[in-house]
């Protein structure tokens, strides 16, 4: 593993702790969370379908 690899791994590390602080801050209800979850694996999957089906 090259050293920009690891400096990568290590910000996008640190960028989810920083994400989960800020939502754990906001106190999002586990329902909440799990339906805007559900929703932006959906968007995600749709927009690579969608690529998948044009390439």
């Known amino acids: 593993m090259s050293t ?3 400096v990568s791994l290590i910000s996008l590390l640190g960028w989810l702790v920083l994400v989960l602080a ?4 906001h ?3 586990k329902s909440a969370t799990i339906k805007m979850v ?6 995600f999957l749709g927009v690579a ?3 998948g089906l044009i390439t």
């Open 4 to 6: 920009l690899a690891i």
């Open 22 to 25: 800020s939502w754990r801050s």
């Open 27 to 29: 106190r999002v209800s």
């Open 38 to 43: 559900l929703i932006w694996v959906g968007i």
């Open 49 to 51: 379908l969608i690529m």
